[in-house]
């Protein structure tokens, strides 16, 4: 019988029309990769009802050519009648179009550049379009532009073309793999009619009844073919009752894991044994290179009362880039090694773990302690007989990045370890560190400044230190956005800074499509500036395809001004810290986001010269673009800064949840869902907290130890 849990690698065995072995595994490893399952045995039908529409049309009266109105956003059904592809402007441009009708007036399509739509769509095509119908007055009809197309034709069961795809709110998906909207309505439509009337509800019925939420077999119904009588609307602001219902079962089980997480700390004391004395206060104080701020006093004295109770510390430690965390990070690891106990800290990627590794050796060159770094580029024998000195004892402090540390080694005595993960988001990964033998303390850094209420749910079973204070001396980075024709301008001003003495980054964006042009373009800017614009200083290169050893040798070099400019992309984004740069230049700034732009701009300003941040956005700006980048000039408050970059994109985007592979939500946004996560939290309290436990309770707290995503197998 066909259920949720069937592995959607199975899928041809449930007589499902049309869906046979290769859709089934094609599927399996789509829906895998969206939901980071390592097997895409493990991907279930569950998993594929999860992959909710984009967006959602309303077919069930289709617009005439005749209703339109000029500038109407609409879906029409028209018939092929003839097409073909029309060189522009010499032939360097190419452009498809057709003219179909509705059998009583005629509409022209047309889209740039993809003329294989020569071959998909054929004469008596019957195709609906969706996009915005402009008149054109001239020709008299109405002509749209690179609209959303669906084929009809192509199927040979009618009933079904009018079930599924057209007489209805329809739902529209993202591509998935090389399945398309048409062909993802169709697999969705039969899987649901293949399951069963019942499908079994995990939340406890008395939450059910008190939020007043539908069951979860109709919500995952109707959030892919939402009813007759549906309000649209409701359905593309994913506030249906179908999504608040998915929505509330996202947040209810996360904040049990939580609470149930949270609790399990304070039942099990820690393994280790802390204690301050007057010997370790001085050894603390005596690698600091200057005196701390008030901000970074307090978060160490909240991370050693920690340290020093019974109860393993797991302490999110958040401030602005530049504000100093990493000092505070190995005052706390100093603490720990002094009372005998190994430490290790995570970075997120190699350059920022070496970085680490040379500032931290500096700072504890005076001190007997081993400090080694790990990383994926040393040779083999050096990283075994790492792992052995590590695993003996011998290495006080262990550097590298998460998937090392993580995965490959063995410690004698963890006492502490903390998580540099900058802007990436790991709610769950942490448990993975404890799981690893002791009940370690776990001290979490992290660059991204999420407001309270937020860092309360994502973080939600972390206690929070928060520097809100920059070490002294700093003037504020002055910001300003400037256009192509100001280059010359701006090549003089970097010219002068370093002929002051200071150093410049010039950053270019990654352009996902095309890894290749990114390279071309970092290497052209660099072969340029090189040759061209700066003969007469030093210019490096940095980017990600380069060896970790190469990447190192440039990083030193810039480091030690050797290097005067240094062209990069986003690779450095991450903690880079040279506080002689002075001026960041980035390219096509348009094209970033408001946390990387925050944090592109946060490799300057660091040391006491005055610095400065030079948006140079190019052609087009969109609207969205231009509210970015003035949001930039006008704050460097990086708690202002990522309010507005959740309005602006939403926070699924925003902390990395997609790099970290960790899908926190699938379909919940924690911004615009505040209200349903605050429900959601309530409830989950109340289950766990304030009602004797029950065989319900027992229930809840078996289901999420039963998930593998909240990390909460062991205990049993
Ligand atoms: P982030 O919080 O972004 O990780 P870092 O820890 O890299 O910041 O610190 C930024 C820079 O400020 C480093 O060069 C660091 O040595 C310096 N710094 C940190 N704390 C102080 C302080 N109290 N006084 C002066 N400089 C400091
Ligand atoms: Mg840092």
Redesign the pocket.
Known sequence: MLTLTTPLVDLHHHGLPRIGQKTAHALAVEIAAINARPDAREATVEDLLHYLPMRYEDRSNLTRISQLRDGETASIEVMVRIGGIIPLKGGRLKMYEFIGTDGENQIRAFWWNQIYLNRVFTRGSRVILYGQWKLNRYKGYFEVENPDYEILSDDDDEAEVTAVHTARRVPIYRKLGDFRTRQLRTIFHRVIAGLPREIPESLPAEVIDRCRIISFGEALRLAHFPGEDAAIEEYNHAHSPAHRRLIFEEFFWLAVALGVRRSQRISEPKASHIEITDRIREAVRAIL?????NA?KRALKEIVDDMTSDKPMNRLLQ?????????VAVQAMVIAIENGYQTSLMAPTEILAEQHAR?IKLWLANTPYRVELLTGSLKVKEKRERQKAIAAGDVDLVIGTHALIQEAVEFHRLGLAVIDEQHRFGVLQRAEIQRRGMNTDVLV?T?TPIPRSLAMTVYGDLEVSI?DEL???RTPVSTHVRGEDRRDKIYEFIRDQIRKGRQAYVVLPIIEESEKLDLRNAREMYELLRTGVFPEFGVGLLHGKMKPAEKDEVMQAFSANRLQILVATTVIEV?V?V?NASVMLIEHAERFGLSQLHQLR?RVG?GAAESFCILLAQFSKTKEAKERLKIMEETTDGFKIAEKDLEIRGPGEVMGTRQSGIPAFRIANIVRDQKILELARREADHMLNERTLTRETDRIIQHVRSQPRFGLARVG
Request: hydrophobic content about 20%.
């Open positions: 290179p200057f005196n701390p701020t970074q401030g602005d880039v530049g504000s100093g965390k990493t000092i500032n850094v660059a520097i070490p002294p001396g903690g810290d506080p946060g660091r």
